[in-house]
């Protein structure tokens, strides 16, 4: 068989007269190797003059003899007229498809604005790192002195109630310090609640009272290191149920309500047993056996009233006037200062009961980043 035949046979091999190609590569084939002076154009179904194929329609445009060829790329626009489109407004003159985008954009951002600002606050709002503040006096109070607190809370007493209940109910607010970081305050509210099989559940969550809803801190959790971390406010640290337990020691027996019996308790609770003197307690002992005390105990209203009678004797508290504790509740506030310390205590007025105790710093410390006024501890009980 000649070369011209064999030409002639691959000729007629194609479809002839139909216009479409079998396959794909057939038509590939047929528009490189045919003799049309444009080959491309045997691709194009005969009537529709639209292409078959995506690539094709490359060829066609890059190829094809007219002026404008890659307008051949756009798809025939449709016979059906287009629907109008329905306005509320008229569109403002000037608007364009890209102003129309601009305008999306900036809404956009403004929207996220306002969702960023409702989470963390306002630039002039401070954030969950951000330490609490010290309670300040109200101007122009007039300080109450122990002595004269004490016969109101012997009168609160008189009555025998609230009665004393063993397990407590406390909000705090504690600094954590590190080496070369700035310190962080961790907010966190614990229950404790004792059941008549003498088991108890304690509860931790952190949370911020003064800023409902916002995220807090916490340095509890399975973050590696503990490393102060981020919780939505209400996140629950721990919730643990402890068996049966019974002691005869403080601060575990129930407190006496009595000034004296209460003194000999709290001198159990601060001194170690190798090395008890018989000496009254300081007045920095004394506040740290009623943190003691509270951790493990709500006090009734006679043991509070005894609690009143040994602030008053040690002569180390000097009442400041009112204040506005971080619970919103008002208080006298009586203060002592040690070793770069000011410890303020917030007692009810009318009954003498513990509402708070504040530690605050007197002096710098660069080696934590503290500065005189940082606030170091704050716990607020509630009953």
Do not use: C, N
């Not at 051949?72 to 498809?97: E, I, K």
């Amino acid at each position: 068989m000649t070369e011209e035949h064999a030409g002639r046979r691959r000729r007629r091999s194609l479809p002839a007269s139909s216009g479409r190609l079998a396959q794909p590569w057939a038509q590939l084939l047929a528009a490189l190797f045919g003799r049309s002076r444009r080959p491309w154009a045997r691709l194009l179904p005969a009537p529709s003059g639209r292409l078959a194929r995506p690539w094709v329609r490359l060829l066609a445009a890059l190829f094809g003899r007219s002026r404008r060829p890659w307008a051949r790329l756009l798809t025939a626009p449709s016979r059906r007229p287009p629907r109008a489109r329905r306005r509320l407004l008229p569109p403002p003159p000037g608007r364009t498809r890209r102003a129309r985008l601009v305008w999306g954009l900036a809404a956009t951002a403004v929207v996220l604005a306002v969702a960023l600002d409702a989470v963390l606050g306002g630039a002039g709002t401070p954030r969950a790192v951000a330490a609490p503040r010290p309670l300040t006096v109200r101007t122009q109070s007039a300080p109450v002195p122990l002595t004269d607190l004490t016969a109101l809370a012997d009168a609160a007493a008189s009555g025998g109630s609230p009665r004393l209940r063993r397990g407590t109910h406390v909000q705090s607010w504690s600094l954590g310090m590190s080496d070369g970081k700035p310190p962080v305050t961790l907010p966190e509210e614990r229950v404790v609640r004792w059941h008549a099989d003498a088991t108890h559940t304690e509860l931790v969550v952190a949370t911020d009272p003064r800023h409902p809803g916002r995220p807090v801190l916490t340095d509890e959790g399975d973050v590696e290191g503990d490393a102060p971390h981020e919780v939505a406010d209400g996140h629950v640290i721990s919730r643990t149920t402890y068996p049966p337990m019974w002691s005869d020691a403080p601060p575990e027996a129930p407190p006496p309500h009595t000034a004296a019996a209460l003194s000999a308790y709290l001198t159990e609770v601060v001194r170690p047993r190798t090395d008890r003197s018989t000496a009254p307690l300081s007045t920095a002992e004394l506040l740290d056996a009623t943190v003691e005390l509270l951790d493990h105990w709500t006090l009734g209203a006679r043991e509070s009233a005894a609690l009143v009678h040994l602030f008053a004797r040690t002569g180390g508290l000097r009442p400041v006037g009112e204040v506005t504790d971080r619970l919103g509740r008002s208080g006298h506030a009586y203060v002592h200062d040690a070793r770069g310390i000011r410890r303020m205590l917030v007692l009810e007025p009318r009954t003498g009961a513990v509402l708070g105790m504040e530690d605050t710093f007197t002096e710098d410390d660069p080696g934590y980043g503290v500065k005189a006024g940082d606030v170091m501890g704050y716990s607020a009980w509630l009953r």
